[in-house]
C-alpha cells in the first residue's frame, strides 16, 4: 500500500492526500492552519496542515505520533453548508481520530473522497 501522507518535522506540517492518479488539483484554499487541494469539480483531494504539532498539543494528544504514523486517514464530511475535516492517525499501537476543522464554503466544494 502506497504511502498516502507526510509529516515533515522540520516545518511541522502534516501533509495528507487523497488524491487518485488520474485526478488533476485545480486550486488551492488556504484556511488558517490548513491548506486544501481540489479538483476541478471541487473535490478535497490533499489537505495540508501547518503547526501540527502545536494542534495536537491543544487538542491533549502527545505530538510524538507523529513520528510513529504508518497510515492517515482523511475523512471530508459536508453538512448544508459546512464542511468537516478529520483524519484517523495511525500507529502500530494505536488509532487516534481527531476532527481538524470545520468550516463553511461555497457550493464549489464537495465532500466526495
Same mark, same amino acid.
Request: avoid cysteine; glycine fraction near 2%.
Given at each position: 500500500?502506497?504511502?498516502?501522507?507526510?509529516?515533515?518535522?522540520?516545518?511541522?506540517?502534516?501533509?495528507?492526500?487523497? $488524491?487518485?492518479?488520474?485526478?488533476?488539483?485545480?486550486?488551492?484554499? =488556504?484556511?488558517?492552519?490548513?491548506?486544501?487541494? !481540489?479538483?476541478?469539480?471541487? $473535490?478535497?483531494? /490533499?489537505? =495540508?496542515?501547518?503547526?501540527?504539532?502545536? !494542534?495536537?498539543?491543544?487538542?491533549?494528544? /502527545?505530538? /510524538?505520533?507523529?513520528? =510513529?504514523?504508518?497510515?492517515?486517514?482523511? @475523512?471530508?464530511?459536508?453538512?448544508? =453548508?459546512? @464542511?468537516?475535516? !478529520?483524519?484517523?492517525? $495511525?500507529?502500530?499501537?494505536?488509532?487516534?481520530? @481527531?476532527?481538524?476543522?470545520? !468550516?463553511?464554503?461555497?457550493?464549489?466544494?464537495?465532500?466526495?473522497?
Amino acid at each position: 500500500m502506497k504511502k498516502n501522507f507526510d509529516y515533515d518535522d522540520v516545518s511541522d506540517s502534516l501533509i495528507i492526500s487523497v $488524491k487518485q492518479q488520474d485526478e488533476k488539483v485545480h486550486g488551492s484554499a =488556504e484556511i488558517g492552519n490548513l491548506v486544501l487541494d !481540489f479538483t476541478n469539480n471541487g $473535490k478535497i483531494v /490533499n489537505v =495540508e496542515f501547518s503547526n501540527i504539532s502545536k !494542534f495536537l498539543e491543544m487538542i491533549n494528544i /502527545n505530538p /510524538n505520533i507523529l513520528s =510513529e504514523l504508518t497510515e492517515v486517514n482523511l @475523512i471530508v464530511q459536508r453538512q448544508k =453548508e459546512a @464542511i468537516s475535516l !478529520f483524519a484517523i492517525l $495511525k500507529t502500530p499501537n494505536s488509532r487516534q481520530p @481527531i476532527s481538524l476543522a470545520t !468550516f463553511p464554503v461555497s457550493k464549489n466544494l464537495t465532500s466526495s473522497v
